[in-house]
């Protein structure tokens, strides 16, 4: 730890108001001290994990942390806050706030001494100890962990203290004592629990749970905690012995337990990490009250990620979400890869080229024609995964391992009855339910070895098979006939207002979660294309374009308006944003939300309108500019992304235009203004 703590890296006097202001304080330190190379890069690094969960915890402590490529070697830098500042926990403002640095590549060593931290912020003692601190030295070694220099009369009082030689006199003392006699009962045999506890980074969370459930087991007294962190470096297994003799398991985590089947058949809790950390007590009592009734679980995967991925608060709605999302994720490779062959085997063969006959009965190694059907062939293959794939992974979001198979089986049945993408969205869900249902049976011990690979599988299937061809299947073919219909009769103010709205959904959020559902919902016309959805897909595209071009433009018409390093960026997101690749425009984002995003929203609005009114298409799901062969009225495209481009551009300099100027000082060549004493630095009309 001695090296990852200064002085220089503590502030006891933190003087920010929010959670942004005060990691942006700390990694200034960071920055002074040459352990950040890139102050903005880092920042975005820190917010997008903080995006992933809050990381207040209970007492008055934030714990802001990433990994990141900006980080030259681990850092912690400390601050102290009179006010407190809000990091979302459950008990209010934060006044002890670690901002925790880690290189991308941090090894398991790093991680060790991160950890150390995150186990003494467990300690009430060291809490108070930090709140009472006057000196930034002391502070820091106190973090550090290290052993304070004897004082010159401290060095002289072991010579005073052998006067008391009367204390071997009373080592007689014992003997007297005969109750230790009387005690050979044996002691009652300990509740032993083995947890597991892991974050999406694996820093801090992990570790903090790890020592809560352990400190919460020895305030018990009659039960023993045994826990395996799973940290993203990779993790030490518990001994087969330990798990074999526990008599429950705690689960608190935010990603997928690694190796779960080595837990089957036991008393099971399953939370999210800071369930751990912040009611360990009551997740102990959860096991032992479940052990007391014999409920254990029916397999290796009786849990479901996204019933660990967080809080126990989440809301159905959250949920959702989050399984949507895993479908979603898992289905863009495919999407990605398929549609880009397709859209190659359109660019060399021409639309004709889906009327080509099978590459496998007639190639001609010297013809062009059969090198773009073989192209188009092969991506319409994995173009076909993309329903089953989607059911699966949402199934599989939900249930785990034993929900692929019934996932897939609905979305492979949602293609054979045209349900198309609203299908494999219903038989994800369908399958995913199906297979919780029938986990939470309590089955003898004799069949629990075979649930997950037979019985689950089985019944599933069949259950899934039978709603999707008999029950629900025809309404959603149905419906999905109906959407198909309506975006074929797209026409004049409805197919502009249907623009505008996609356009705001991938402008929103940046690659988040509101821009993936837009996007899947664009690329699932393209299963089965019709001249809507080509038009849905090239007015989603578009406006997915405009905000790391709309920013790479700013930056190179105001440069001054920017920082240094986001002008740097700017010019990658010239890359990004022609490649389609939204995600560019987050480090702008990050630094000054309020202004970033209403402006990029504003021109994927205009382009998305645009696009439709012009009647473009888009054959293909990705590429950008690289596709442009394949766009349909590809003049009037590009005249549609720069509108775009030029009205996130007008509005975004406006915007950061209309911030007052610092009060004094000016701003130096790379457009910064010295901050004054007290203050964190300033951006001259940036956030």
């Not at 009367?166 to 045999?189: C, F, H, K, L, Q």
């Not at 007590?281 to 009734?293: D, N, P, Q, S, T």
């Not at 254990?296 to 809080?311: H, I, Q």
Request: aromatic letters at 6%.
């Amino acid at each position: 730890m001695s090296e990852m703590i200064t002085a220089d890296l503590v502030d006891l006097d933190l003087s920010a108001s929010t959670k942004e202001a005060a990691a942006r304080a700390l990694a200034e330190r960071m920055i002074a001290q040459g352990r950040v190379t890139d102050l903005d890069g880092f920042l975005a690094d820190v917010a997008a994990r903080e995006a992933q969960m809050p990381t207040g915890l209970d007492g008055g402590i934030g714990i802001p942390h990433c990994r990141s490529e900006h980080v030259t070697e681990p850092t912690l830098a400390f601050g102290r806050s009179a006010v407190g500042i809000d990091f979302g926990a459950p008990d209010g403002p934060a006044d002890l706030i670690f901002l925790i640095a880690a290189p991308a590549g941090a090894d398991d060593a790093h991680l060790t001494i991160l950890s150390s931290l995150a186990r003494q912020l467990m300690d009430e003692d060291f809490k108070a100890a930090l709140r009472t601190a006057t000196d930034a030295g002391a502070t820091a070694a106190l973090i550090r962990g290290d052993e304070p220099e004897p004082t010159p009369e401290s060095t002289t009082e072991p010579e005073s203290t052998p006067e008391p030689t009367t204390e071997p006199e009373s080592t007689t003392e014992p003997e007297p004592r005969p109750e230790p006699e009387t005690a050979p009962a044996a002691p009652a045999a300990k509740f032993k629990i083995v947890a597991v506890t892991s974050c999406p980074t694996g820093i801090a969370h992990t570790y903090m749970a790890a020592e809560s459930l352990e400190k919460a087991g020895r305030d018990a007294g009659d039960v023993e905690v045994l826990v395996e962190t799973q940290g993203s470096a990779g993790f030490t297994r518990l001994a087969p012995e330990a798990i074999a003799g526990a008599d429950g398991v705690i689960f608190a985590h935010d990603v997928p337990v690694r190796e779960k089947d080595r837990f089957a058949g036991k008393p099971t809790v399953d939370v999210g990490v800071k369930a751990g950390i912040n009611r360990p007590a009551e997740l102990i009592g959860e096991v032992r009250e479940k052990a007391a009734r014999g409920e254990t679980t029916s397999g290796a995967a009786s849990a479901t990620p996204v019933d660990r991925a967080g809080d126990a608060g989440d809301g159905y709605g959250t949920k959702l979400r989050k399984w949507l999302m895993s479908g979603v994720s898992y289905m863009v490779p495919f999407v990605a890869a398929g549609g880009l062959l397709i859209a190659l085997g359109f660019a060399i063969g021409g639309y004709t080229i889906n009327k080509a006959p099978s590459v496998a009965e007639h190639f001609v190694w010297t013809q062009t024609d059969s090198w773009a059907a073989l192209l188009f062939q092969v991506g319409s293959v994995a173009f076909a995964f993309l329903v089953p794939v989607l059911a699966g992974f949402i199934a599989y979001g939900m249930a785990d391992r034993p929900g692929l198979v019934p996932g897939f089986v609905g979305g492979s049945i949602a293609l054979t009855i045209n349900a198309g993408f609203l299908g494999g969205l219903a038989a994800g869900l369908i399958a995913g339910g199906v297979v919780m249902a029938i986990q939470k049976v309590n089955v003898p011990p004799v069949l629990r070895g075979i649930m997950p690979v037979v019985v689950i599988p089985l019944i599933s299937s069949a259950v899934v098979g039978f709603l999707m061809f008999l029950v629900i299947g025809k309404p959603i073919a149905s419906l999905q006939r109906a959407l198909t219909d309506w975006l074929n009769s797209l026409s004049g103010a409805n197919a502009i207002i249907l623009g505008i709205i996609l356009g705001l959904m991938m402008c929103f959020d940046l690659g988040g979660p509101l821009n993936k559902v837009a996007y899947a919902f664009a690329v699932g016309g393209l299963a089965n294309p019709t001249e809507g959805s080509l038009k849905v897909m090239a007015a989603v595209m578009a406006a997915g374009m405009v905000p790391p071009l709309a920013m790479a433009l700013a930056t190179t018409v105001r440069g001054r308006l920017f920082t240094k390093t986001e002008r740097e960026n700017g010019k990658a997101a010239w890359v990004l944003g022609a490649s389609f690749i939204t995600e560019g425009a987050i480090p702008f984002a990050a630094a000054d939300p309020l202004r970033v995003i209403p402006a990029s929203m504003a021109g994927g609005a205009v382009t998305g309108a645009l696009s439709m009114a012009f009647g473009c298409t888009l054959r293909a799901p990705h590429g950008g500019i690289f596709v442009v062969p394949l766009i349909g009225n590809p003049f009037l495209y590009l005249i549609a992304i720069a509108a775009g481009v030029c009205v996130s551009t007008a509005l975004v300099v406006i915007l950061k235009g209309m911030r007052k100027p610092a009060p004094e000082g000016g701003t130096d060549g790379a457009g910064d203004v010295p901050a004054q004493k007290g203050e964190e630095p300033k951006i001259p009309v940036a956030a």
